[in-house]
């Protein structure tokens, strides 16, 4: 039986023991925001000091300074933000130290993917890692799209384990102990598969520093910038994964991705990704917000000395309607033979009979075998296997429902999108 959450302590939260100990332990934590420190640490980790093209060093200190100067976050926050811009320093040196000692890199191709694009919590991460169980796709594991390069001279473990791998594996299980509810929200376990974006992050590119730290200088920065040349980056190290698994031109290889940014992004990502399939996942936006705020929500009792519901309700409202803006306005541009629009209730009521309107779209067969690797995906992967939540938007954010909606009118009116209850 399905275990049901409610988490009635948003607003106030009331710390476990455990996160009560990892929070005063975090005050003792290196928390040094400086550009030039996170870049110097991780040139000193892997002897290595080529970081490429420089543009990034602005985009990186617009980051750092809007965290530093961030008074809401507590110790535990600045350092875990801290962590990952020093991870994405060190995964960037590694990259550009492939493309410089193997620059046939740049001519593998990135062929006919196939790319979801649709908001948050609209089902895209379930029809991405359905479609990934088709041993056909090449998918991105997260553990994988944390560090995309080995560490040269990294051995495996004694067990054959990729150290890339552990690492990610520990640092899911550090994650449920400070936030336990996390895994019935949004499981981040090292073969679950994850969003391309993160492969903007050597880049510093994306909108998925807003997911780590919602701000407003970074959303203002990231609206006023030309994303291709950050799509262009994020494919190149798709080109670089492809080539590391040893597929030198990309002939035998297809990719399945997806990222909400991508709603926003479309026009770019059809120029960069000219031949791709996409479909285009569609849900009620208000159960989309309900569902990110409370997430976040709940995350931000170990990240922020306080919980400010309201602002977290207000800023995502306001991403949610600019990312469906953008798509009721860029839609009709994707060539109608390479893309399709995928209601939730539909894809909910018939996921595979839905992967199979996507294949027809892309090309690619529908087989015995391929249907076979989707049910078992399914069966091993029942909705609500982690326990299921439940939302409250007037309860817990002071929020009508219908009263939201109705700022939703002109993407009911472009797209056959159900309204939830």
């Known amino acids: 039986m399905t275990e049901t959450i409610r988490i009635q302590d948003l607003a106030h939260p009331e710390h476990t023991e455990t996160q009560r100990n990892i929070l005063a332990f975090s005050e003792s934590l290196d928390a040094n925001l400086s550009p030039d420190n996170i870049l110097q640490e991780a040139s000193d980790a892997l002897g290595l000091s080529d970081f490429g093209p420089v543009d990034f ?19 535990l926050g600045k350092f875990n933000l801290r962590n990952k811009l020093l991870q994405f320093a060190r995964s960037r040196l590694l990259i550009q130290a492939q493309l410089t000692r193997h620059p046939e890199i740049h ?28 041993e056909r796709l090449r998918s991105l594991p997260l553990w994988e799209s944390y560090e995309p390069v080995p560490v ?17 594996a520990e640092q899911w299980e550090q994650m449920q102990q400070a936030t336990p509810h996390l895994a019935a929200m949004h499981p981040m376990n090292p073969d679950h598969i994850h969003e391309e974006l993160e492969l903007m992050g050597p880049d510093f590119a994306s909108y998925n520093f807003e997911w780590l730290c919602h701000e407003p200088s970074w959303r203002d920065h990231y609206y006023n910038t030309d994303q291709t040349p950050h799509y262009e980056y994020m494919k190149t190290v798709l080109k670089l994964l492809t080539w590391q698994d040893g597929d030198r031109t990309g002939e035998n290889t297809r990719w399945v991705l997806k990222c909400p940014q991508h709603m926003e992004q479309l026009p770019v990502l059809h120029k960069v990704f000219p031949d791709a399939t996409i479909p285009v996942t569609h849900r009620d936006p208000v159960a989309v917000i309900q ?9 931000q009792r170990m990240s922020r000395k306080q919980v400010d519901l309201t602002e977290l309700a207000e800023y995502w409202t306001d991403r949610i309607i600019h990312l469906l803006q953008a798509c009721v306005r860029d839609r009709s541009s994707l060539p109608p033979e390479q893309t399709l629009d995928v209601p939730f209730h539909e894809f909910m009521a018939d996921d595979i009979g839905m992967v199979e309107k996507i294949y027809a779209k892309a090309g690619l067969p529908m087989t015995d075998t391929a249907r076979r690797q989707l049910q078992s995906f399914i069966d091993n992967h029942p909705r609500g296997k982690h326990g299921r939540i439940v939302y409250d938007l007037q309860g817990d954010f002071g929020i009508d429902p219908e009263a ?8 009911f009116d472009a797209f056959p999108v159900k309204k939830e209850k």
């Open 57 to 75: 060093q602005e985009r990186l200190a617009i980051l750092c300074n809007a965290w530093e100067n961030n008074p809401t976050l507590n110790s």
């Open 404 to 411: 939201l909606r109705e700022r939703f009118d002109f993407y």
């Open 107 to 134: 001519d593998v191709q990135i062929k006919s993917p196939i790319i979801v694009a649709g908001l948050p919590r609209s089902g895209t991460t379930h029809l991405l890692n359905l479609m990934a169980a088709d």
């Open 152 to 168: 040269p001279g990294e051995a495996a473990l004694e067990d054959g384990t990729d150290p890339r791998y552990q690492r990610c």
């Open 291 to 299: 569902s990110t705020i409370t997430m976040l929500g709940y995350s």
